[in-house]
């Protein structure tokens, strides 16, 4: 599953579409939750969702890309967010039990990696605001 963003008035072909599976949205989508709070709460949780939810102003898409510029110029690696799911060195799903039993087992798969991210700044900031299909 995947999480598909368009651009609702795009500038330029960067700004018409952004594509990212679960696993890398789900990062993108828990910093806003934390940096974005100019968004409203209703617009926050949609954006979780495959319902169209997003901003309509090429003005809070630039807000939103200045606080991922932020991340970026600060941290090398990308990001991950770390939920009790975990996942082995060959990406299988590890036992509910055994990660409540040891909560270091694995590692999460909720990840997206620098050059997503700066992916994500150049759609935001071509889009005309967007919309998560």
Known sequence: MGMDVYGRKPKNKQGEYFRTNIWGWRPIHVYMCEKCRFLSEHMLLHMGYNDGAGPRSQKVCDRIADKFQEFLDSDLDGMTVDLPMRVDANGCIIAKDI??????????????DRDDIAEWIEFLRNCGGFAVW
Request: hydrophobic share 20%; glycine share 8%; no cysteine.
């Open 99 to 112: 990660v409540e039993a040891d909560p270091t087992t694995g590692y999460s798969p909720y990840h997206v």
